[in-house]
């Protein structure tokens, strides 16, 4: 009697012969660092498409809304330019030195933000708008007349995406920017801020706003909705907001009989609304902007996190708070010879020896981006992604 045989599966489905079908389907491959080294693998066509300058265009903005966090920048104390530590496991994790800014001359980092990071040479009174990914360069003259004004000087920044570009769905070659500087009389009572805006080349008017005597940190600014917050501390403590649509300046009080937290960063809470993140001992603490009941804004303690639970800590190790990826929810916070990033929702972390006397500032800036440098051009990067994926 004949046995029966097992019934044969059915033949793997052929990818699509059109390429612009094929193309929208890699579109939406997840926009880790080796997705496409990983498709460009499968055949000869696929790295044709994914090579194309603009699929990969197209691929980042569809993408820069949920970027992943590639790593963080620090400015470098014993050799001059910019240091970049990544932090995403293999086979995603970059070379150290993938993005590589060392200048001649002296530029700190002011801020990073939507894929961007920027810069300020305070004696050449320029900022440099830099795209790490793509390479793209803009440097900007401080406006013209800000600090002709007796012991002006610009003390912090900011850059950002339009809304559109930010959100996907922009495929042009280079998105628009806006670059916002915040500047300060020598008495740290008045701040002027003005923004650049990358689709006309112009600086708007500066605004103004006068408060009894402090000093912007150098904590990092938060973006939340459509305005910038900065954390501002002398004899009490407040928070500086300019929103960029009303083109208005305010200041906010902090909570009632609360202390003034250096060990801070300021944060988007969930709704929408400005929230800010404190450390005491082995405790984060976070606290909510909302509105009470007859609509006034009110302070709120949402959460406590004790990291004693989470982190390998031993009892005498001090922590302190390094930055926060506003896109991603991660808080970056160490000790003395390493650094944890912390996603607040799921509460995974991850461990990164680093040496913070290496370090200028001990301010972290999380970078966020779609990365494709390597596809296409055959280098280093590529090549050891292209290894990793082969695991």
């Given amino acids: 009697m004949a046995r029966r045989g097992r019934p044969s599966s059915p033949a793997p489905t052929p ?65 001059r330019g910019v240091l970049f530590t990544p932090t995403l496991e293999p086979p995603d994790r970059l070379p150290r030195g993938c993005f590589s800014f060392q200048p001649a001359d002296e530029w700190r980092i002011l801020s990073c933000r939507h894929g961007l990071v920027l ?20 440097r900007i003259a401080v406006p013209p007349g800000l600090l002709t004004r007796e012991g002006m000087m610009v003390i912090d920044g900011a850059v950002l995406r339009a809304t559109g570009d930010v959100h996907g769905g922009t495929d042009t070659q280079s998105s628009t920017f806006r670059v916002v500087l915040l500047c300060s009389e020598l008495e740290f009572s008045r701040a002027f801020a003005c923004v650049y805006s990358s689709e006309n080349g112009v600086w708007s008017d500066p605004l103004s706003i006068s408060y009894p005597p402090m000093f912007v940190t150098n904590i990092p600014s938060a973006l939340v909705g459509s305005s910038l917050y900065w954390y501002l501390i002398g004899d009490s403590a407040a928070i ?65 996190i004790e990291l004693n639970n989470l982190l390998p800590l031993s009892s005498h190790e001090a922590l302190k708070i390094h930055g926060f990826a506003e896109d991603g929810k991660v808080l970056l916070i160490g000790t003395t010879d390493c650094i944890f990033t912390i996603q607040l929702e799921s509460m995974k972390f991850a461990r990164f020896n680093i040496h913070l006397a290496s370090l200028n500032s001990r301010i972290c800036h999380p970078f966020s981006s779609v990365y494709t440098s390597g596809m296409g051009l055959g280098d280093e990067q590529e090549n050891e992604l292209l290894l990793d994926t082969s695991h």
């Fill in 119 to 138: 810069l300020i040479h305070s004696e050449q009174l320029q900022v440099l708008v830099w795209d790490p990914v793509t390479g793209d360069q803009h």
């Fill in 15 to 79: 990818p699509p012969d059109n390429d612009d079908i094929l193309s929208e389907i890699l579109l939406r491959l997840a926009p880790a660092p080796s997705s496409l080294p990983r498709a460009s693998l499968v055949c000869k066509r696929w790295r044709r498409l994914v090579t194309d300058p603009a699929f990969l265009r197209r691929f980042r903005a569809r993408h820069r809304r949920g970027a992943p966090l590639l790593g963080f920048f620090t400015d470098g104390k014993r050799v």
């Fill in 240 to 304: 500086l907001e300019f929103d960029l649509d009303r083109q208005r300046l305010a200041l906010i009080e902090m909570p009632y009989g609360y202390e003034m937290p250096f060990n801070f960063c300021l944060i988007p809470a969930d709704g929408g609304m400005l929230g800010f993140l404190c450390v005491s001992n082995h405790d984060v603490y976070l606290w909510k902007r909302t509105t009470d009941g007859g609509g006034a804004a009110v302070w709120v303690l949402e959460r406590t």
